[in-house]
């Protein structure tokens, strides 16, 4: 769609992951609606078209990382994506894949847990490999932190499948800076990624920031430093929960909170002013940070990815944004 208005301008941004792998947009699709649901249903052709359709649509958006984990509908989101790339193994060349592991669930007398362990990891990468129909991956993410890392151990694991080919990259998600740098303390590569929940809905990235030295700073659940140290080193940030599960759509305008029903007007009279529709505006606001952020969008209505993709031609001005921010707070900036 054209912008509404001419002093409405494109935006430029250079994201810090495009250093590594030259093309990659500057919007993610997240595989976790895919392959029909969590549940033990085998995955079926209804599922497989569905997967080839939302492949098609985000390609043609300008959307062509790819996030996958092998946890995702119990595994069978790589299933039908791996499924539909050995029914048209050309798309291979047109996108990105990253997947994650590190995740365990509960089952055989064990409690759910995270596992970085070199059999684990390893196990993981080659189910992740088989079931995406692909030899290597683009990016691999450590799902979320293991206590019980063994940091050389690990860092073996993940140089030798650099090492055979298997995985070009490796990024991590849902870390702090300090478990950032522990990690590549030991490993010879850089961490290109770190996924974390960003969004208008759950701003702590934010608040860790602008509420130091302020009554109630203590509240915020988001480590300090992370942001700057992922800036500082050109590590991309990762936004997954980017669109807030429509909260700012139409259903934000009926909210019984006042702060969403203010933020959902704000954000349909700038779709309005822009031309475009609302999950834009939530993504713009993501774009227009200087972090250079990549929102993970997970939908898997074919409207709201193309929707989603517009985002990218917005440059939201200081004023819209800073409104955006505070009105989704609930409470003026101290």
């Not at 193994?89 to 055989?108: A, H, N, T, V, Y």
């Not at 302020?214 to 991309?236: N, P, R, V, W, Y």
């Not at 990549?294 to 004023?319: D, H, M």
Request: hydrophobic share 40%; with cysteine.
């Amino acid at each position: 769609m054209t912008n509404s208005s001419d002093s409405i301008s494109k935006i430029d941004n250079n994201i810090p992951l495009s250093k590594h792998l030259p093309g990659v947009g500057q919007i993610a699709y997240g595989c976790m609606g895919l392959g029909g649901g969590w549940n033990d249903n085998p995955v079926t052709a209804v599922d497989i078209k569905q997967t080839r359709s939302v492949i098609d649509t985000a390609l043609e958006s300008g959307i062509n990382l790819f996030d996958h984990a092998d946890i995702y509908t119990f595994s069978k989101a790589e299933q039908a994506f791996g499924q539909a790339l050995q029914q048209a193994p050309e798309l291979r060349d047109q996108m990105f894949i990253q997947s994650k592991c590190g995740i365990r669930f509960e089952g055989q007398g064990n409690v759910g847990r995270y596992d970085f362990s070199a059999g684990w990891v390893g196990q993981s990468v080659e189910g992740i490999l088989n079931r995406l129909n692909t030899e290597k991956l683009d990016v691999l993410l450590l799902h979320r932190p293991d206590p019980l890392m063994e940091l050389d151990e690990l860092a073996r694991t993940l140089e030798n499948l650099k090492a055979q080919g298997k995985v070009d990259f490796f990024g991590v998600s849902n870390m702090n800076s300090h478990q950032i740098q522990y990690l590549q303390s030991v490993l010879g590569q850089p961490i290109v990624a770190n996924q974390i929940e960003m969004s208008l809905a759950k701003l702590d990235w934010l608040n860790d920031g602008v509420m130091i030295n302020s009554q109630g700073h203590h509240k915020s659940d988001f480590a300090a430093g992370t942001l700057e140290h992922c800036q500082m080193k050109g590590i991309q940030l990762q936004a997954w929960g980017c669109l807030a599960q429509g909260r700012f759509a139409e259903q934000g305008l009926y909210s019984e909170h006042e702060n969403v029903k203010k933020t959902a007007h704000y954000v349909a009279q700038l779709a309005n002013q822009y031309g475009v529709e609302s999950e834009a505006i939530v993504l713009a606001f993501l774009l227009r940070h200087p972090a250079g952020i990549q929102p993970v969008i997970g939908t898997t209505n074919l409207g709201r990815i193309k929707a989603s993709s517009e985002a990218t031609q917005i440059n939201l001005t200081r004023e819209e944004w800073y409104n955006l921010y505070v009105y989704s707070r609930g409470q003026a900036l101290p």
